[in-house]
Nanobody
Framework: QLQASGGGLVQAGGSLRLPCTASGRTFSSYVMAWFRQAPGKEREFVATITWSAGTTSYADSVKGRFTVSRDKTKKMVYLQMNSLKSEDTAVYSC???????????????????WGQGTEVTVSS
């Protein structure tokens, strides 16, 4: 139901946009999120957006550089990443969780739907 793509190799300071296809259900009561996992590290929260209102939230490490958005008509979620740094290198995954069941939107375990990740490598 979720599929992230758009990853690749980019130089530090560059930009990438990651699309996430959301299909198979209605997401009107869902929170959509991006998480990432760097080699040897735990999965960490990147950004969220509520499907209905478009309310966003970001990790401090990406605030001001990354922008999350969604297109209801196309059923897509996007992560625009600018001013990329080497520490942004990770596998990025999109996730969805019903607002009824999410208490802490920064916690990966609270999301019930996950897509296959896409790898982003930032060279310094």
């Amino acid at each position: 139901q979720l599929q992230a793509s758009g990853g690749g190799l980019v130089q530090a300071g560059g930009s990438l946009r990651l699309p996430c296809t959301a299909s198979g259900r209605t997401f009107s009561s869902y929170v959509m999120a991006w998480f990432r996992q760097a080699p040897g590290k735990e999965r960490e929260f990147v950004a969220t957006i509520t499907w209905s209102a478009g309310t966003t939230s970001y990790a401090d490490s990406v605030k001001g550089r990354f922008t999350v958005s969604r297109d209801k008509t196309k059923k897509m979620v996007y992560l625009q990443m600018n001013s990329l740094k080497s520490e942004d290198t990770a596998v990025y995954s999109c996730a969805a969780g019903h607002t009824r069941y999410i208490n802490n939107y920064r916690t990966a375990q609270e999301y019930s739907n996950w897509g296959q990740g896409t790898e982003v490598t930032v060279s310094s």
